[in-house]
């Protein structure tokens, strides 16, 4: 039996966990034992226990608590707490998921004290080194063990970066294994899909069928914090929703929803808050966004996960940023990148609702992902 630690903190790790705990619940049960430990970045009821309810999620065994900061005193408290939780669970490896700020705590608290890391969306970058995230990926990516990226582009930047793709075990920090594997969010987008359609009733709740209306979500800091790009996408979502007569269903992140009030021009804020078209929700379950994702005609988005869910349920989206880490959403045609830009966003609008035959192909794996990855640890990493 080994012990692996999972850390999770924010909205999308959560989510992710759900796949590793339920294969390992239903394929490795005598073989891992695993310890989850919430750091608390997110702490809303519906930016965190929701899921746990809703995905089947073990009740994580510590909770630090750390909740809102500055990313240096979020990322330090953190840091003491995962350490002292390492210490005392001495686990055979910790696995951590994307980008956040717990992700990164995670990597440097266990790197210090030699504990082995298995990274879990590895080797995704924006080459954008303004975006926190992009420093937790690349940092975290460095010190870890093993390497699963979901894309075929993930697994070329990490052999770009140096990792090697035919080096032979043991695995260790300094002979890292890197693999392409599929992604995890694949397997619980496939396993909840149907769930979703027969648990939800948001679609009723809001009055929308399949292909009349678009669900837009916003949360980047650059987005949010940025008054004149926060400006001119709802100033598109304003033009978009009046001209084409078609409902914006905005599940608002509490971080975006706390800076409307302070960044768009009053006059803006006027019209999104009584809008006859845009309807802004607080944010949603899993399972209530499944079935948004799988029904809207387009998705708006700068959020990473939602990119790739519109994807996988076969709808198109507009990327609100300036770049992308999946980039073959891209390629291939089904998303287009629009960044915070009135003219560029309407005009991807435009294009895919005049777009027939867009291409959604097997990206993203057999939907066994987590399965593979759990068979990987036990196969290849000598622990002890
Ligand atoms: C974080 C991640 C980002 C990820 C996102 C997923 C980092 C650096 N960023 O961004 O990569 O895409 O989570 O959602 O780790 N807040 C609440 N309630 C909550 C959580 C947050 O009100 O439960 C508000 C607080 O005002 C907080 C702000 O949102 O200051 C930002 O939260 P934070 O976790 O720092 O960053 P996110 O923008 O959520
Ligand atoms: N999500 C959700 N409810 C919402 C918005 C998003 O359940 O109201 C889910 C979404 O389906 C995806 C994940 O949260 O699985 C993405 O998280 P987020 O957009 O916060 O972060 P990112 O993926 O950009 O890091």
């Not at 926190?132 to 990490?158: A, Q, W």
Request: hydrophobic content about 40%; proline content about 4%.
């Amino acid at each position: 039996m080994i012990k692996l630690l999972t850390i999770i903190g924010a909205r999308p790790q959560i989510i992710k966990a759900a796949a590793l705990s339920r294969a390992i619940k239903n394929k490795f049960a005598d073989k891992i034992q695993e310890v989850i430990v919430h750091t608390g970045q997110h702490y809303d009821e519906n930016m965190s226990q929701v899921f746990f309810n809703e995905l089947d999620i073990p009740h994580p065994n510590y909770n630090l608590n750390v909740g809102s900061g500055s990313h240096g005193k979020q990322t330090a408290s953190m840091m003491e707490g995962i350490e002292e939780i390492l210490l005392k669970e001495k686990p055979n490896g910790i696995v951590l998921y994307g980008d956040t700020n717990s992700t990164l705590a995670a990597a440097i608290a266990a790197s210090k004290i030699q504990i082995p890391i298995i990274h879990i969306e590895a080797g995704l970058r924006s080459f954008n080194k303004s975006m926190p995230e992009e420093i937790n990926r690349i940092v975290c990516d460095h010190v870890s063990t093993l390497l699963f990226s979901p894309t075929k582009s993930g697994y070329t930047n990490l052999l770009k970066e140096g990792f090697k793709d035919n080096n032979q075990p043991p695995y260790t920090f300094d002979n890292p294994k890197i693999y392409h594997c599929g992604d995890i969010m694949y397997d619980n987008s496939l396993h909840f899909s149907k769930i979703a359609e027969q648990k939800t009733t948001i679609l009723k709740d809001n009055d929308l069928q399949q292909g009349n209306f678009i669900l837009a979500t916003i949360h980047r800091n650059n987005n949010t914090d940025e008054p004149l790009r926060l400006n001119a996408l709802f100033n598109a979502m304003n033009r978009i929703s009046t001209e084409n007569k078609i409902k914006i269903i905005l599940p608002l992140h509490p971080r975006t929803a706390k800076l409307l009030v302070q960044h768009l021009s009053s006059e803006l804020y006027h019209t999104i808050k009584t809008h006859e078209y845009i309807k802004i929700l607080s944010p949603v379950s899993f399972l209530e966004m499944i079935a948004l994702e799988k029904n809207a005609q387009l998705v708006m988005t700068d959020s990473g996960g939602v990119q790739k869910e519109a994807f996988f349920f076969h709808t198109p989206c507009i990327i609100l940023r300036s770049e992308t880490e999946w980039v073959e959403l891209v390629n291939c045609g089904s998303a287009k990148i629009a960044d915070a830009d009135e003219i560029k966003i309407t005009d991807a609008y435009k294009h895919f609702t005049s777009m027939k035959n867009l291409q959604f192909p097997d990206l993203f794996g057999d939907g066994n992902a987590a399965e593979f990855i759990c068979g990987e640890i036990l196969k290849l990493t000598k622990f002890e």
